[in-house]
């Protein structure tokens, strides 16, 4: 199996920063927004307190990878969630499509395809902790 991220939301953490104030926060979304774009360490301070239990604020994204892989082993990723996107392209080549809610779901298990899933976002949302105790989003 081969999974490789070939596009994402832009500014993913800034857009999950930004859910996240617009529940505690009286400004628009927008005026959050932009100022979250100027200011990265803030980012990484509220995605870093991202708890699990209000995971539709990783809902707001989408994420595309090229998976290559046997039709057994897309089955049972396509078994595991029902929120993966996933198209056949032939010949064990996918499509596959998720926002971070699912994939910070998936990647809490202990397996190659989770690690793999949690290694492709790493450029894309640095801060954003996938492991065990994230679970349950």
């Known amino acids: 199996m081969k999974l490789d991220l070939i596009y994402h939301t832009p500014d993913v953490e800034t857009l999950i920063a930004t859910a996240m104030l617009t529940t505690t926060s009286g400004a628009k979304p927008s005026?959050?927004?932009n100022r979250l774009k100027e200011k990265e360490k803030r980012v990484?301070?509220?995605v870093g307190r991202l708890e699990?239990?209000?995971g539709s604020?990783?809902?707001h994204n989408r994420l595309v990878w090229l998976l290559e892989a046997v039709e057994g082993e897309v089955l049972d990723f396509a078994l595991r969630s029902r929120f993966l996107t996933?198209?056949?392209?032939g010949d064990d080549r996918w499509l596959l499509s998720a926002n971070l809610r699912t994939?910070?779901?998936l990647a809490a298990e202990d397996d190659p395809f989770a690690k793999s899933l949690?290694?492709?976002i790493q450029e894309v949302a640095p801060n954003l902790?996938?492991?065990p105790s994230r679970s349950g989003a």
């Open 31 to 33: 005026t959050l927004y």
């Open 44 to 46: 990484a301070d509220v």
């Open 52 to 54: 699990a239990q209000h």
């Open 57 to 59: 604020t990783l809902e």
């Open 86 to 89: 996933i198209t056949k392209l």
């Open 103 to 105: 994939v910070v779901e």
């Open 118 to 120: 949690a290694a492709s």
């Open 129 to 131: 902790s996938v492991s």
